[in-house]
Every structure is written in C-alpha cells, then in structure tokens.
C-alpha cells in the first residue's frame, strides 16, 4: 500500500505534488505523534512496573491447595453403626470434606503431621512421634531430620466404596510401617498405639468432625503425657488428651511450618470447643461467687472460729517432697511452733501412693478428730486422690488448692488460721504467736513483670469472669487469715484457674495458634502471659474479688513467700520463707544435689533469713558440720534467747 502510495505521489504535476506533499507530512506527524505518545506510555509503564522490583518482592503466588477427598473406597466388614456423631452441630455439606457421618474425607497417600495439645504439659504442642516401637507424643521437629522421620506420616486409603477410612503409615515404599494399637492390652486396660512392621486386618483409623482419632475396633487415641505413650481410650470429645490435630509441613523462605490441613475447619473447631469450654467454666465461677455473696450478706466471714492453726499442703505421688517436709518439720520443731501454747498443726492431704512414704510421727486424720482440742501441735494427714487425676480440666498444681476445700478436708473450716503454702516454704521465728484476722497475702511478687499487656489480660480475663479487678497485681502463692476465706479463696481460685486457662490460653488463642509448635514470643516468660504462672494469674483475680482495700493497702512487705537469699533481712521480718528457682544460697537446687552436705555451718548467722534457710535445711539432713557453733554464735548475739522467743514484742 505504501509503494502504491509513491508511484501515485511522483505521477502528480509540482503543483498537485507540492500540495499533495504537505497532505502527506500531516498524515506522518500524526503518525509520528501517536508512536511517541505510544513509546511514552511504555516507559511509564516500565518505570511503575520495575522488573527488578517484581523480582525481589514477587507478588504472592495462589497457594497450593491439598487434595481432601479420596476415591470411592468401601472397607468390608465392618459394622457402621458403630460410628455414632459425636457432635450435635453437623458439619456443612455445601462443598463436602466430611462424610455423612462426620468423618474427614483425605486423599490417598497424603503426607501429613499429627499433634495434640497436651493439656498438663507445658508448652503443650506435641507431635505424634515413633519411639521404641510405640506412639509417643513429643516435640514437634521441624529442622532435625532424624526426628521428622519419626513424625512424617502417610495417609493411606483403604479399598473401594468408603472415602474416610485410612491406615497410618511411617515411612515409605518397602520400609514404611504401620501405626496401630494392640489387640489385647498388656499391661492393665490399656491398649498401648504400636509401630508394627507390617499393618494387620484388625481395623483402620478415621479422623473425625471434632479431632478425634477413632480406631475402627472401638476407642480413640489418647495421650497420658507430654512425652509419653498414646492408648486407646474410651472416646471422649472433651478430652483435650483425644483432641488429634492433621497437618502438613510446608518450608518458604527457608522457614518449615506445620500447619493445619484446612485452616478454616481449624479455625472453627477451636473457636467453638473454646466457647464451649468457657461456658462450662463459668457455671462453677458463678457457683463460688454465689457462695461469696451469700457469706458476705449472713456476716459469715466475720464471726470468729476455732482455737487453733494450720498450714496445709498436699502432698502429691512420687518422694520429691520428703526433703521439703523434712526441712518443715525440723524448723516447726526448732523455733518451738510445735508448742502447745501455739497450737499449729501440719496437714498433709495425700496422694494414696504416698502415705507410706510420711514421716512415722504422721497421724492419721479419721472421723473421731477434733479440730478445736488442746495440745501440741500434731503432724496429720488425710488420703485423697488429687482433682487432677479426678479431672482432666485441672492441672496438677491445682491439687494443693482443692485439697483446702474437698469434702475430705471439712474439718479445716474448725481451724481458727489457715495457711495454703507451697511446701518449698519455711516457717520463722515471725510465725510464733502469730493469729492475723485479715488474709495476709505478699502483693510484691512480681509475677507480670510490670508489663502493661500481661496486667491488660488479666484484668479483661476477670471481668470475662464477672470479677472487677481493682489493679491489685503481683500478689503471691501463700495467704493465712481466717480459716473460711482461705478455703474460700481457694476455691475460687481452683475454678478461675480452669476458667482462665481457656480464657488466656485455650484453642487458638495467642499463645495456641495455627502454626505454635513453639511458643511466640508474646507468650515467653517475661514477655507476655506465660502459661507457667497461670495459677498467679487465678490467684490475683481471687484476690481482687476476696481482699479489702485496707488489707491491700497495708501488705507493704513480705510477711509471707519472703526471701531466702537475703543476709540483710531479719528473720523477724517475713513469717514464712519462699525458696524460689535462685542459685545462690539458699538454693533448693543447690541442696537437693547436695552441694550444702560439707556446709560450715558455723559460719551462719541464723537470724538473717538466707543463712537461716541454709542452717534448718541442711541440718535437717543431717548435713553440714559446726552446726552447734551456729547455734552457740546465735546464743550470744541475743543473750541466751530462745529461737521462739526471738521475735516477740517485734
């Protein structure tokens, strides 16, 4: 068209091509005119749309979605109706993950990772882990090879016809193995889940509408502990010990996660277990503040009770408390608190495998015991089974704060004082003839490190509980006052303990989201709230709903939980000594390993409360050398006083 063009231009006469010439140079600037403004257009383009800047910040790629359904599978045999919803809500069906009957429909041989949020066992994320032939549950690998081949598991689908049925396999190809529980227990009832080397014919596994692994001849699987083995259980959707998380292990940036197999099923499940749970919380919340209010208006807790004292422990399974006990009852003795003048007893409710561990002097508590009659103090004990062996919602620390109110410790409310203490704890020269009327309570502790966002969720975890806080914080783990809002107190704080636990660490909160197999650094001690110091955190509402203004505003210092590191702090000062996780003297640690056994006693100066704690402990065991000389030093400083004598009239 454009040779056309020119042999028609140069045919034209110079008038006709003059003319004609000037047409044609419009035309071209046009032309030129809208190839520049084109070329313009494409450098802007370039410019806003760097190609450098695209490689180095990608925009995000659609993230690949995991296979959930497996082809038509039927697995013969087997009895259907033995699968039985285990949730009222039914799932949504629009786009199909679950079975008719709840179940979750995987692809075939999907890899996947399984985790249970071990509720008594902190951090609580711990993942499905072959050891020594069994299923035990443990940290969750994410860099160690070795252990993510224990974790690594294959889904594998089962014949035709069913599309939730599935083995468990470890490994792959020719060396994979099957996860199975046995056919007959071993030991006991329990049927312990086992890595077989091939899979038998004696069930599958489906994985249901609530997180429950179900085991096709009958149970679920379950864990015992945070490293422990998992069994077979009698399946219980609100068990957090059946509650079985699948997921995957994805890496981007160098960065390995294991997340969710459906992030949204995920999401649903935990906000909905975690109302349900809090609901259930609260109903024994309000129980207790019920009772409160009514004590509060009959005047209960003002009328006086009893004649005489008590500090109570419970003492759990195992022998870790022998040493704590026997440092108890040789300071009881020394500072002259076994007196019949003070009439203070040792109550020791205790777990029924440890009664024959107690010191022979212990007596036992029966139905004939009288709270209110004279004579020296006594070492006494109960048997009671702990709450958290009763009930799974209630970690093992509560058992030394429901052993105060359980119907087996009755007999308490006839006490005139209460002490609740930890057992680690000392008695000083401060407790003789000590009978305060308020409840004493050390507000120092220290327990939110003063840190804003700690203080924020408790107050927001009280008035979810219906408690007004009223910005009392870092109160301590002892109280003594009246017998009745002591065990009042500890009730109260059994059922925040539960309440809070679900409230600041339940389900997908903060601290137990998708992809914690750690814990964030929002959740680290110091950091933020710290699921090791949930039972302070309980304690502090209890306070805040329980103590006075007066009573707070006169705990200026420590009279209980005080220091056992200070030499320049009287032992006149604080009653009760708190040995805490320190290393320098005194130091539990330190002693239990027996560094204190060739302790120059006699070096010590027993009316500082560091050296106090190091004299009755070690002496206790029948450790350190020079102790007389301690004694003899202490003699004269205070011209020949008693150690019962040394605090009065301060």
Sequence with gaps: QAYNCLIHFYKRP??????????????????????ITLAILLVIFIIFEDPVEIIQNPKPLGQPRYAFRAENILFSGEDKNSFKPLSSKPPNLSNPKFSPDKYYIFSNNSNIRMWIDVPNSFPWRK??????????????????????????????????????????????????KCVEPETQPRQGDE??????????????????????????????????NGQDRTVLAPCDKKNDDQIVEVGVATTELNETKISPIDMELWKERMDRTRQEEMKLAKVEVDKVLNEIAEYNRTGAFEKETGTRRAVVFYVDKGSGFLAYLTWWMFTWKKIGLDAEEEAFDIILLTHPKSINKLPKECRKIDDQFDAEAAGPGQCLFKELLPISERDHKYDNYLNSQECLFNNASNFLKSYKIVIRADLDTFPTPRMV??????VICNRNAGTTHYRKNIEDAIIETAAAAGIEHQHWHNTDSAWMGPSLRIITLSKLTTYLA????????????????????????????????????LLLYAQEIAMNKMWSQREYDEQTYAILDGSCTEEKISV????????????????????????????????????????????????????????EVALQKYKEKENGKELSDLCKNT
């Design 14 to 35: 110079p008038t006709i091509i003059c003319t004609t010439l000037t047409i044609m140079m419009c035309g071209l600037r046009e032309k030129v005119t809208a190839f």
């Design 127 to 176: 993942c499905l882990h072959e050891y020594n032939g069994m299923v035990f549950t443990y940290p969750c690998a994410l860099t160690k090879r070795g252990d993510i081949s224990k974790q690594s598991l294959i889904v594998k689908t089962v014949e035709n016809g069913d599309r939730t049925r599935f083995r468990l396999l470890l490994g792959s190809g020719s060396s994979s």
């Design 433 to 438: 003839g000590y009978w305060p009327k308020d």
């Design 572 to 627: 006149c000062t604080p009653a009760l000594l708190h040995a805490r996780h320190n290393s320098e003297p005194f130091s539990k640690f330190a002693f239990l390993r027996g560094d204190y056994s060739d302790y120059d006693l006699g070096s010590l100066d027993i009316t500082n409360v560091r050296d106090f704690a190091v004299f009755m402990a070690v002496s206790s065991a029948g450790q350190g050398k020079r102790g």
């Design 191 to 224: 049927r312990i889940v086992r890595v077989l080397s091939d899979c038998t014919d004696s069930g599958v596994w489906r994985w249901s509408y609530d997180a429950l692994l179900e085991w096709s001849g009958g149970g679920c699987l379950a864990s015992l």
């Design 498 to 533: 539960r309440f809070t636990r679900v409230h600041m660490f339940g389900p997908g909160t903060l601290c137990r989201c998708a992809t914690c197999t750690d814990l964030p650094r929002e959740c680290e001690w110091g950091q933020g709230i710290y699921a090791g110091t």
